[in-house]
């Protein structure tokens, strides 16, 4: 069950001041990058739908923190955070969605689908619900062949009343695949609250319907979404043992940048409140207090990784417009 | 040489393919212990097992996603499709996922994919059953479609389809899954895919057909050559990409163009042969292209409904003798 966040004291084991670091530091780049991306939507430098991740950033880094460098990421449209967790250069992140030539997908992909083959970052799905069996493909392909890697699969709430969903938990748990599906319910697809999609709100518990373990976790503390992916990495890598999770968190912003304040659905006040467990803040502040970390490496966090993203953008700013050949470029594999 | 079903040969590529290359694997429903809901896997579970001959429940999305997935990965999965009126269940796995990941991942990721089964009018099977489907899928970039006619056709082009790099959609017919024909014993037999075929040399007019099609085709060709008029029959074997040099070819030299195709009209293969000819070849042409197509009308399932329904040998030589009579320059 979900376990409410109190405020973090100086409690339990002492933190691993290089844990600590590596967790914030992850966490602050992908804030600081969606924040310049949002910046860049309104000067018109970037088009189509952009959705910010922005007070989701524990899912990702708690979970990635629990990977192997070789194991693999699939995620659906929100995906920049997960991408960015995964190990993936700011600059060619920023310059795909620009539309730009030095794009990771040459400018062909945008924002909605990031891929990053060298750092087994499987996309970037913009149909809710379609890269769930994917998932399981690539979990299958790992058996197949006995190796020890996983893959954690992230998608909204949204793509929990889906047929995919349900056909794919199926699938791992009969088959047993090593996949970690990671469902980040942050109570809301587009305008529609989870009371009014699904029948069974505890999204967790569709694990047991299919007889994996699953488990509800504070989406907002990255030492918990950390501790509970970890369990299920272990489970999947030991004897490939799928695993559903359901990370309760919040999207401090609007649903893309046409639902600026995604204020017709919610209320100012849930916002505000919601924003009270900022996972960066709560990260922060356990921090400071467990002495892990002082104000001062806080504050070289924050300005190494604020160059970092400026750095990006001036990147992303430079590249030119991919050559007019790339239209028909990369439809097939040749050869 | 062996003569052999069309259903053999197929069986025949399948398997010569898993032992060349432990990458490949067979997914469907019932492809394994049941050998097959036509056959075609028939023993592939005993000589390769389980772990290669995987049966999947009812979740055509899914177990196409799976195949998707593991294709991602290096696997070159050959996903069986009960039939192909199945494969809407997994539409979007096919045309927005597989078909696009090579483009929108900049190059990155390809999806070495066969997704195979039968399609096209059968017997007395209705509207859900009998249908063509490769109608769907060749409009979409990012898809090879092939059509095989004979059990020739069958085994090299399902072979080279699964050394392909790219998704390919692989169309049978469960009304040929009988038919016999010679097929090479050669393990490294291929047919490319993009290759058309001239089944039948003539001068007159170019019949353009493909699978139960072309053998109405034959038939009329047969009998048009009793009353003088010589055609030339050009099977396309693969529907994308489109062997347009071939059909241009031929029509080049006979001036005249029909085209059979057993699906409903309507923004139909016919249609877009029709342009290309017009575009490419129109100086050429000294009558109107004709078409011969399904009616526009979903598949009945009385007797006569359905014949009303399907091209016919004598809707074929109709179509023939009116090209044939019309006065060109
Ligand atoms: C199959 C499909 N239907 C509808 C949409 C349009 N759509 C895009 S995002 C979205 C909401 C999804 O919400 P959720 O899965 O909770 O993810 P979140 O946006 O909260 O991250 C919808 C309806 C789509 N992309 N795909
Ligand atoms: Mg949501």
Redesign the interface.
């Known amino acids: 069950m979900a376990k409410t966040m109190a405020p973090q004291k100086a409690t339990g084991p002492a933190l691993d001041p290089g844990l600590v670091r590596k967790l914030l530091t992850d966490m602050l780049l992908i804030r600081r990058f969606e924040e310049k991306a949002a910046e860049a939507y309104a000067l018109g430098k970037i088009g189509g739908f952009l959705h910010l991740y922005i007070g989701q950033e524990a899912v990702a880094v708690g979970a990635t923190s629990a990977l192997r460098p070789d194991d693999y990421v699939i995620s659906a449209y929100r995906e920049h955070g997960h991408c960015l967790a995964k190990g993936s250069d700011p600059k060619r992140m920023m310059a795909e969605l620009f539309g730009r030539r030095d794009?990771?997908?040459?400018?062909?992909?945008g924002s909605m689908?990031l891929?990053?083959?060298s750092v087994n970052f499987?996309?970037?799905?913009a149909?809710v619900g379609?890269?769930?069996?994917?998932?399981?493909?690539?979990?299958?392909?790992?058996k197949?062949?006995a190796r020890d890697q996983v893959i954690v699969c992230y998608f909204g709430d949204g793509a929990v009343p889906q047929?995919?969903f349900h056909?794919?938990l199926?699938?791992a748990a009969?088959w047993k695949l090593p996949v970690i599906y990671l469902c980040e319910n942050n109570r809301y697809a587009m305008g529609t609250s989870t009371d009014r999609a699904l029948a069974q709100t505890q999204i967790w518990k569709f694990g047991q319907t299919y007889g994996i373990p699953s488990e509800k976790v504070d989406g907002m503390d990255v030492f918990a979404v950390r501790d509970v992916v970890g369990r299920a990495v272990e489970r999947a890598r030991r004897d490939t043992t799928p695993s559903l999770i359901e990370a309760d968190t919040y999207r401090f912003r609007g649903h893309s940048m046409r639902d600026p304040a995604g204020a017709v659905y919610r209320t100012k006040e849930e916002v505000e409140h919601e924003k009270e467990r900022d996972p960066i803040a709560l990260l922060r502040q356990r921090a400071l207090a467990g002495g892990a970390l002082t104000e001062a490496d806080v504050r070289a966090i924050e300005k190494d990784v604020s160059d970092r993203i400026d750095e990006a953008v001036a990147f992303a700013d430079a590249s030119p417009e991919p050559p007019a050949e790339g239209l028909f470029?990369?439809?097939?594999?040749e050869? | 040489m062996a003569v052999m079903t069309y259903r053999e040969a197929l069986n025949q590529a399948l398997r010569e393919e898993m032992r060349r290359d432990p990458r490949v694997f067979v997914i469907g429903e019932e492809v394994g212990l049941y050998d097959g809901a036509y056959k075609v896997t028939q023993g592939l579970l005993k000589e390769f097992g389980a772990k290669r001959v995987v049966d999947t429940p009812i979740c055509e999305s899914g177990f196409t996603g799976v195949g998707i997935g593991a294709a991602m990965l290096g696997l070159r999965p050959v996903v069986e499709m009960m039939t192909f009126n199945f494969s809407l269940m997994a539409m979007d796995q096919i045309v927005n996922t597989a078909a696009k990941l090579h483009y929108m991942s900049g190059g990155q990721f390809s999806v070495p994919l066969v997704i195979r089964g039968p399609g096209g009018p059968a017997a007395q099977l209705a509207a859900q059953h009998s249908q063509s489907m490769e109608t769907y899928y060749y409009h979409v970039p990012g898809l090879k479609v092939v059509r095989p006619t004979t059990p020739m056709d069958a085994k090299g082009l399902l072979k080279s389809a699964i050394r392909d790099d790219n998704p390919v959609i692989f169309i049978e017919s469960e009304t040929l899954y009988h038919l016999k024909g010679e097929v090479p014993d050669d393990p490294d037999f291929l047919i490319p895919l993009g290759q058309a075929i001239v089944r039948r040399e003539g001068t007159d007019v170019t019949v353009v057909a493909y699978m139960g099609m072309m053998y109405r085709a034959l038939e009329a060709a047969e009998e048009l050559a009793k009353e003088g008029i010589s055609v030339e029959l050009v099977d396309p074997r693969t529907l994308r990409p489109m062997d347009t040099e071939t059909i241009i070819g031929s029509v080049r030299k006979t001036h005249r163009v029909v085209v059979v195709e057993a699906g409903a009209g309507f923004a139909g293969m016919g249609s877009e042969i029709a342009a290309f000819i017009t575009e490419q070849a129109f100086d050429d042409l000294d009558a109107p292209v004709e078409r011969v197509t399904g009616a526009n009308a979903p598949m009945p399932y009385a007797r006569n409904l359905e014949k009303l329904k399907t091209p016919t040998t004598e809707k074929i030589l109709a179509a023939v003798r009116r090209v044939c009579n019309a006065n060109g320059s």
């Open positions: 794009g990771l997908s040459h400018g062909k992909g689908h891929f990053d083959k499987l996309g970037g799905h149909i379609a890269h769930l069996p994917v998932a399981a493909g690539v979990a299958f392909a790992i197949y062949e047929g995919e056909e794919s199926n699938l009969l470029t990369d439809i097939y594999k050869g």
